[in-house]
Every structure is written in C-alpha cells, then in structure tokens.
C-alpha cells in the first residue's frame, strides 16, 4: 500500500512536502519511485521520478528547479519537497511504484502501484 500526505492549501510562492509511505511488504526500498499529478479536466502527468537508491533522479519541465525528489528507504517513504508553488501547480499528487525494469520512471507505463493522492491546492 502507498500512501500520500501532506497535500493541502498554500498560497502562491509557498511550499509543500508531500510524503509517500509504503506499508505492508517493504517493496518501496527496492524499487524506483515517481511522482505524478493530474489537474481536473487534465492527464495524469510525470512530475519526478528517483531510482530505487536515490542516485538517480528525473523531473518535468514543470518541476524541475522548483521541486525535489528524494527517498529515505530506512522508512520506506519518498517525499516530494516543493517550492515556488503555481497556480497551475495545483493537482491531485499520486507516488508510485517503478516496475524493476526500470531506473527510474518517466512515464505512467513505467509504474504499476499506485497511492490514492493527495489533494494539494495553490492560492493567489
């Protein structure tokens, strides 16, 4: 089970840290693990993906240089710290697992567990 937390209400320029903890078998150590987002009337979108160690890590345009990935497998948990928060940033947030075979995902195809989201909102 994945599950999301810290989405919430935050006013344009603020931050966010979402967690993503997995429970039950401890896969998440061991696999790479991506974030993602989807607005209403919108696709689901890649924001940041991060290989199964934390050495490699890949962002969306949308993302890059405003949000980071990281993981701390001790707790088998993957956070997503953002900054700089948009309008447009505001989205249902979902973590999801990486299948083995790959890196680092990129892609929807590339995962095949999800959480359930998070709901994070942007204010002017």
């Known amino acids: 089970q994945l599950v999301e937390s810290g989405g919430g209400s935050v006013q344009t320029g603020g931050s966010l840290r979402l967690s993503c903890a997995a429970s039950g078998r401890t896969f998440s150590a061991y696999y790479p693990m991506g974030w993602f987002r989807q607005s209403p009337g919108k696709q689901l979108e890649f924001v940041a993906g991060?290989?199964?160690?934390?050495?490699?890590?890949t962002y969306a345009e949308i993302a890059k240089g405003r949000f980071t990935i990281s993981r701390d497998n001790a707790k088998n948990t993957v956070y997503l710290q953002m900054d700089s928060l948009k309008l447009e940033d505001t989205a249902s947030y979902y973590c999801?697992?990486?299948?083995?075979?790959?890196?680092?995902?990129?892609?929807?195809?590339?995962?095949?567990?999800w959480g359930q989201g998070t709901q994070v909102t942007v204010s002017s």
């Open positions: 999801a697992k990486g299948r083995r075979t790959v890196e680092v995902p990129r892609n929807e195809l590339d995962c095949d567990f």
């Open positions: 991060i290989s199964w160690n934390g050495g490699r890590t």
